[in-house]
């Protein structure tokens, strides 16, 4: 739907409606409509709205009457109403505490102080519109004022900030897929680009932008990239073009009632006739220009017609008349590109960096207070948490002593009477009791991992040592041998490291029916880390189970007549996440598994 057919299906709504906060609604968005069109024809509606604001006592109603109103009167060139009244709705939307409308009335303001050439002034509203909107995380607001704060750094030729700006406009509205916002963001790099000199590339842009505005149904935005196209075969001295999309966007702008831009339409067109020589008509044109810009206070079009006429008459022998309007020409570049002027742009944009950092270092310092507490409850949770499994496991384990030992005593008691069936339930119970409480035992080591770590020098070699003692009558039972390399010592907790190895080597013999059960454990630095290899020659993991091994309760399929809590890999790895590791399984090449451990190159001591 183009944006004239939204406009009418909104006024046949308003026709219908009877409400009168519906009305002022419904006129609310046609006048945006209206002003995505550039249009001054919403000016009839500003007045209904001012009826129904006063009828309703609504200061939010009149706040957007007077907003509107006011860009439709910058669009026909009364800046000075246009600014009483942005200054007015501001007012309005401050009472109410509507920060969305007082960042469109700052953006405004800044837009007619730009359109007077006070740049300084401008950049000073368009900074606080932009602060304004992003308080409320207005994208499409913030994106718009990035937009204009380009434009006068364009306007005082300073383009490497200008595109900054331009590109960070570019990359919110195609965050949001705002095809519009997209459209003028690609006409204003092309307008860069064409200053620069660079016609391809401001050509491409400007393509771009009309296909997205034709897209959008804008015939406003289409009509300023056939202006800024014609400009581009302007430069490329191909008038005739230039000349047909100046003419055809001239009558666009000219139907609309926007006075600013009709008189930019004329400077380039009177331009064009210089070149080609047609003195008499630049003449005409450039007055017409001219005139127009007078009448609106449009410092920066003036200055370009009065350069514009100095030429003209030079080239016709009134030399005169061209020192006269060189003067008018050098006096107020002089005054938009001074140094006074710049000094005040850079002074700006100075404090509003400050204010920036200023705002970052604060809420930096927030979020680190945030942080500092929720780090004290969550030691003071995980200290809580520590003394409860510590108690919990002790007061657990207690009942099922007794449940196992009150089944042993029943079984006693029984002696020769007690009959098959009795013996089994027996049997089930206390074999439940057992396992419960090695569960509970399991869980209590878990949660014991990470409290108060002791660092030291660990050589593995002796942690290897350690587990063929505690493992020596499983390794008996099993015929099984333990084959190591060279290993280093590393920095880290000596228990810690233990539990890991014999976790690893007890699951690599006690799953196993190899009639030789070996485990081989190797290791070598890389560039990044050092890998430690702990390999079995046992029954092996299946590849889509060895993510979930290492959680709690879980337990290879291949392993279920085998008895096991499903913690031992889950202790395992929260070991090695402690030390800033990762571990990983894989096959062993003859069958088994390999255990993969890769540990930070800092934690690496010396090689025993």
Not at 155 to 179: C, F, G, V
Not at 223 to 235: F, T
Not at 318 to 338: N, P, S, V
Not at 433 to 454: F, G, S, T, W, Y
């Amino acid at each position: 739907m183009t944006i004239a057919e939204e406009i009418q299906a909104l006024e046949e709504r308003l026709s219908e409606a009877g409400d009168a906060h519906m009305q002022a609604d419904l006129i609310k968005g046609i006048l945006m409509q209206h002003l995505r069109l550039r249009s001054t024809d919403g000016l009839p509606y500003t007045d209904r709205l001012l009826e129904l604001a006063a009828g309703l006592q609504s200061r939010y109603y009149r706040a957007w009457a007077l907003f509107h109103r006011s860009v439709i009167y910058r669009y026909s060139g009364d800046n000075a109403a246009a600014l009483e009244m942005a200054w007015e709705a501001h007012g309005l939307f401050r009472e109410e505490q509507d920060r969305a409308g007082m960042g469109n009335c700052l953006n405004s303001i800044g837009n007619i102080h730009e359109a007077q050439a006070n740049y300084a002034l401008a950049l000073k509203s368009h900074l606080e519109a932009l602060r304004t909107r992003q308080e409320i995380a207005d994208k499409i607001g913030i994106a718009n004022s990035l937009n204009n704060i380009a434009l006068i750094y364009e306007q005082q030729r300073n383009y490497d900030t200008a595109l900054d700006y331009y590109s960070q406009s570019l990359a919110l509205m195609q965050e949001m897929d705002n095809k519009q916002g997209q459209a003028n963001a690609y006409i204003n790099i092309g307008n860069v680009c064409l200053m620069r000199g660079h016609h391809d590339e401001a050509l491409k842009n400007y393509l771009t932008g009309r296909a997205l505005e034709l897209a959008s149904g804008n015939e406003y935005g289409v009509a300023i990239a056939d202006s800024n196209i014609g400009n581009v075969y302007q430069a490329t001295g191909e008038y005739e073009q230039a000349l047909a999309l100046l003419g055809s966007a001239r009558l666009v702008f000219e139907g609309m009632g926007n006075k600013h831009l009709n008189a930019q339409m004329l400077v380039n067109v009177a331009d064009i006739y210089l070149h080609q020589g047609r003195y008499e008509l630049a003449l005409t044109t450039h007055l017409q220009a001219l005139s127009i810009s007078e009448e609106i206070g449009a410092r920066v079009e003036i200055s370009q017609a009065s350069a514009g006429l100095m030429k003209a008459y030079r080239a016709t022998g009134d030399y005169e008349k061209a020192l006269q309007y060189y003067d008018r020409y050098h006096e107020i570049e002089k005054d938009i590109l001074g140094r006074q002027a710049q000094k005040e742009i850079a002074e700006l944009n100075y404090r509003h960096d400050i204010e920036l950092s200023e705002k970052e270092a604060q809420l930096l310092k927030e979020k680190n207070e945030a942080i500092n507490v929720y780090a004290q409850k969550l030691e003071i949770s995980n200290n809580e948490l520590k003394q409860f499994a510590h108690v919990a496991s002790h007061d657990l384990r207690e009942p099922l002593r007794m449940v196992s030992s009150y089944m042993k005593l029943l079984e006693q008691t029984l002696g020769d009477e007690a009959k098959p069936v009795q013996k089994q339930f027996i049997e089930f119970a206390v074999d439940g009791a057992n396992r419960m409480e090695q569960l509970i035992h399991d869980l209590l080591r878990l949660a014991k991992v990470d409290a108060n770590p002791q660092i030291e020098r660990v050589p593995l070699s002796g942690i290897v040592e350690e587990v063929k003692k505690n493992l020596g009558m499983l390794l008996r039972e099993k015929n099984a041998k333990i084959v190591t390399a060279e290993l280093p010592a590393i920095m880290a907790d000596h228990t810690q490291v233990l539990q890991l190895f014999q976790n690893i080597i007890g699951n690599g013999i006690k799953y196993n029916e190899n009639p030789e059960p070996a485990i081989t454990i190797g290791w070598q630095i890389r560039d990044a880390d050092a890998l430690l290899t702990i390999a079995d020659n046992g029954i092996g993991i299946p590849e889509d189970y060895r993510e979930r091994a290492f959680q709690l309760f879980q337990r290879v399929p291949t392993a279920r007549q085998y008895q096991g809590t499903g913690i031992g890999l889950a202790i395992c790895k929260k070991i090695v996440d402690g030390m800033g590791g990762t571990i990983a399984i894989d096959d062993r090449e003859g069958g088994g598994t390999a255990f993969n451990i890769t540990l930070p190159l800092s934690l690496v001591y010396d090689i025993n």
